[in-house]
Every structure is written in C-alpha cells, then in structure tokens.
C-alpha cells in the first residue's frame, strides 16, 4: 500500500479554466486539461486515455489543437484490465475512428519505449496532418520509476519533435491522469527550469501544476520518483544539456 501525499493548496474550482474544449462540439466535453511549462503556456495536455466510445473525441482534440506529438505512459492493458483502447493502427491499413483516417507511416521499437509516425487525415476537411506517438513501455502503473534514462530520452525526443513543428501542445496519457502523466510533465518542467535558474523546486512545479489539474501526483513513491528523474538528468548533464539546442 502506497502512503499518500496531500497538499493545502488544491484549487479545484480553478480546475475548469484549465480544461480542453472540442471545437464546435455541442457538448464540448473532454476529460483533458492544459498544463503550463516552465514558461510555456498550454505546453502538455494532460489527457484521459482514449476507450473506444472516447477515441473520436480524443483525435479530435488532436485535430483542433494541431498536436504533433502524444506520450503515452502506459500500456492498453494493465492489472488484467483494459486501461487504454488502441486508437492507432498495427499495420499500414488506415484505421477509421469518426471522420479520422489514421495512417500508420513507421513504427520503431527500442527496449523501453516505442515510437511510431503517422498521417492523420481529417476526411471531412481533407486536411492532412503528422503526429509523432512515444510509447514508454516499462513504467509500472504504480509510478515506480525504474529506468529514468528512458524518461529523459523521451523528453528529448518529445522537444525535439515539438519544436520541429511549431510548439504546439505536447499530448500526454496513462492510465489515471494523475500519477504518470502528472509526474512526467512535473518532471519535464523542473528539468526546464533548472536549467535556465539552476535550482530544482519539485514542490512549486506541483504547486502550479495542481491548480490546472488537481490531485496531480498521488503517492511519496511518485513525488521521490520526479526527484529520481531530475537527478538522474543532472548526473548525465553533458549527455542531456542540448534538449533545447
């Protein structure tokens, strides 16, 4: 059993101001909710994963948002339940979710994490566009963090793509929306700004990060478990000071 940790500084009526809405939905709603970087406004969404009744919604909200990049943390299945629908295709045959057509364009699997490319087509509008999947494939659901080099690989390869294609926000899902998720983006903020101030506030990065989605972070495990990654990136400095070149 995992000691929970709690904050005094929730703000859950501050909550919806933060929320992701379909454009031109009736009604707009998504489990989904923006989460500010260092500096950037809107850097993550920190999304539900999709099930397959929500899985239209979710390439939609790709779609309005001009998303070129999705990490999920998780994997479809976990604890002999389904956690996460498979909302991308297998193979090079279109997958069909709503008025998507979804394009499988190159799959590369590595040993702790999977990336695949694909051309998402908008058959409605006939406006085509390219998203980038991170899949990290050994992060346990109870947020242990057992190979942080495979984290900050990610978030390597998650900026690099961003930046490529105009920083739009950066897709972010697992299982819950509270304890991977959250503790990867607190992760990736951190790393920002202590490169730019040279000082690691995990505390404030949450503080900030549970008013845009409350209850950010759930156990001591995955609080140490951002400290663990952070550190990590500090100790492979010279390997890891170019995310932003």
């Known amino acids: 059993m995992h000691s929970k940790i709690t904050f005094n500084f929730l703000f859950p009526s501050t909550a919806n101001n933060h929320r992701v809405p379909l454009k031109n939905e009736h009604p707009d709603y998504i489990n989904a909710a923006f989460i500010n970087g260092y500096k950037e406004k809107k850097a993550f969404i920190i999304a539900e994963s999709p099930m397959f009744n929500t899985a239209r919604n979710f390439w939609k909200m790709i779609d309005d948002r001009n998303v070129t990049a999705i990490v999920i943390l998780c994997h479809e299945n976990e604890n002999n339940q389904e956690v996460c629908y498979q909302y991308w295709p297998s193979t090079s045959i279109a997958l069909v979710i709503g008025e998507y057509n979804?394009?499988?364009?190159?799959?590369?699997?590595?040993?702790?994490?999977?990336?695949?490319?694909?051309?998402?087509?908008?058959?409605?509008?006939?406006?085509?566009?390219?998203?980038?999947?991170?899949?990290?494939?050994?992060?346990?659901?109870?947020?242990?963090?057992?190979?942080?080099?495979?984290?900050?690989?990610?978030?390597?390869?998650?900026?690099?793509?961003?930046?490529?294609?105009?920083?739009?926000?950066?897709?972010?899902?697992?299982?819950?929306?509270?304890?991977?998720?959250?503790?990867?983006?607190?992760?990736?903020?951190?790393?920002?700004?202590c490169k730019t101030e040279g000082v690691i506030d995990v505390f404030q990065v949450l503080k900030s990060q549970r008013i845009q989605k409350p209850g950010s972070v759930q156990t001591v495990q995955q609080y140490q478990g951002i400290f663990q990654i952070v550190l990590t990136y500090l100790d492979s400095f010279e390997t890891y000071s170019n995310f932003t070149r």
């Open 102 to 193: 979804i394009t499988l364009l190159n799959e590369n699997t590595n040993n702790r994490y999977i990336e695949r490319k694909f051309e998402v087509k908008n058959n409605n509008t006939g406006v085509k566009q390219s998203v980038t999947q991170f899949q990290i494939t050994n992060w346990d659901s109870t947020g242990e963090v057992k190979n942080p080099q495979t984290i900050l690989m990610i978030i390597e390869e998650m900026y690099r793509t961003q930046r490529k294609r105009g920083n739009t926000s950066i897709v972010v899902h697992c299982s819950d929306t509270v304890g991977r998720s959250a503790m990867f983006c607190a992760a990736a903020t951190t790393i920002n700004k």
